[in-house]
Structure formats: structure tokens, C-alpha cells
């Protein structure tokens, strides 16, 4: 793992005397970007994370992430995923789709930094269980 991780590659502190407080949410966000804030700070508490005045930064960040994500979704759903160009003729992807998948990813990393992440804890998502007895390819195949 780089220098900077600890046992399970969970990112760690630089400095280990970081004072313990609740971050503070900036002025001048759009409303949107506020009811995100609001709700990733919430669910940090929920969680049970402790926090620094500084995950500010990446709270702000996360929120202005989401509510960019909503206005692309939001012109994905009015425009479709594909759009026409009105003078040749030609279907390409809509803008906003490549939008959405840039700022899905951005999102995730985000989230993974502020530890709200299966993965970013060490938990990550599992699959079913297998049956106690696995069927033999033949027995599936000759199923009724």
C-alpha cells in the first residue's frame, strides 16, 4: 500500500493530533448544492464518521458534484439519450450523457474519500450466497 494508507488501503491522516469538529457549510452555495450538503453532512453523523472542520472542502465539493449531476440528468431525461442534429440529420450521444458519467465517477471518488462507501470502509458489496450444494451443469441442464 502508498505511505499513506493504513492496513486494509484505507486512506489515513497525515496528522495525528487533527482536532475532532463539525465542518462548517460555506456561503454562497446554489440551493441545490445546499440540500446536498445537508444531506451528505447528515449522513456522515448518521454514519457515525468523525469529522474535521476541514471535510468541509470535499463535503462542498461532493454537493457541488451532485447538484451538476442532477441538472445533467435532468437534460438526459428531457432530451433522451440520443439527439439529432437538425441540419445534417445525424443521431450522436447527448452532451449531457458524457456529463452524467464524468460527474458519476468524480461522485464516487468523493464519496469513497469522505468513507461513505462500502469500499472506502472495507466492506465491500457481496454477492449471494452460493447453495449449500452446487448442481452439477447435467442436473441444470436436465431440469424440468
Given at each position: 500500500?502508498?505511505?499513506?494508507?493504513?492496513?486494509?488501503?484505507?486512506?489515513k491522516r497525515r496528522n495525528a493530533n487533527i482536532v475532532p469538529g463539525v465542518p462548517v457549510k460555506p456561503s454562497g452555495?446554489?440551493?441545490?448544492?445546499?440540500?446536498?450538503?445537508?444531506?451528505i453532512l447528515e449522513q456522515l453523523i448518521a454514519s457515525g464518521i468523525q469529522l474535521?472542520?476541514?471535510?468541509?472542502?470535499?463535503?462542498t465539493l461532493?454537493?457541488?458534484?451532485?447538484?451538476d449531476l442532477e441538472v445533467s440528468w435532468k437534460s438526459v431525461q428531457e432530451g433522451g439519450r440520443y439527439i439529432t442534429n437538425l441540419k445534417t440529420g445525424a443521431v450522436k450521444l447527448n452532451p449531457a450523457v458524457d456529463d452524467c458519467n464524468r460527474l458519476s465517477e468524480r461522485l464516487q471518488k468523493i464519496l469513497w474519500q469522505l468513507n461513505l462507501s462500502p469500499r472506502s470502509r472495507g466492506n465491500p458489496p457481496t454477492a449471494p450466497k452460493a447453495k449449500d450444494e452446487e448442481q452439477s451443469l447435467e442436473d441444470f441442464l436436465n431440469e424440468d
Amino acid at each position: 500500500m502508498g505511505r499513506h494508507c493504513g492496513d486494509e488501503g484505507q486512506p489515513k491522516r497525515r496528522n495525528a493530533n487533527i482536532v475532532p469538529g463539525v465542518p462548517v457549510k460555506p456561503s454562497g452555495l446554489s440551493a441545490r448544492a445546499g440540500f446536498y450538503w445537508n444531506q451528505i453532512l447528515e449522513q456522515l453523523i448518521a454514519s457515525g464518521i468523525q469529522l474535521v472542520t476541514g471535510d468541509a472542502h470535499l463535503i462542498t465539493l461532493g454537493a457541488c458534484v451532485k447538484a451538476d449531476l442532477e441538472v445533467s440528468w435532468k437534460s438526459v431525461q428531457e432530451g433522451g439519450r440520443y439527439i439529432t442534429n437538425l441540419k445534417t440529420g445525424a443521431v450522436k450521444l447527448n452532451p449531457a450523457v458524457d456529463d452524467c458519467n464524468r460527474l458519476s465517477e468524480r461522485l464516487q471518488k468523493i464519496l469513497w474519500q469522505l468513507n461513505l462507501s462500502p469500499r472506502s470502509r472495507g466492506n465491500p458489496p457481496t454477492a449471494p450466497k452460493a447453495k449449500d450444494e452446487e448442481q452439477s451443469l447435467e442436473d441444470f441442464l436436465n431440469e424440468d
